[in-house]
């Protein structure tokens, strides 16, 4: 995934916060997946659309993290999220 890629959330991609946690449902198979506090500022964050590297500049600011780690741990969960339907990636 490049700095140009763009995050959007999936249409049909419901939320809900269960206990504090944010809960989102797939649109493909109805599973139901619970984010941690990251993934939750993550899914907060493409509530706008953003670019791959403007997600990870804003994370690498919010938190004591360099770029590469951050890099290194938010592709796997852009990945995820698509696999399951409710981020797609262009």
């Keep these: 995934m490049d700095d140009q890629t763009t995050i959007t959330r999936a249409p049909g991609a419901v939320e809900a916060l269960v206990d504090d946690r944010v809960v989102l449902l797939s649109p493909i198979d109805f599973s139901y997946h619970a984010l941690d506090p990251i993934g939750a500022r993550i899914w907060s964050l493409l509530e706008t659309p953003r670019a791959f590297g403007d997600l990870i500049s804003e994370l690498t600011a919010s938190y004591s993290i360099d770029e590469q780690t951050c ?10 999220m698509s696999e399951i339907g409710v981020l797609n990636t262009a």
């Design 71 to 80: 890099r290194t741990d938010v592709t796997p969960f852009v990945e995820r």
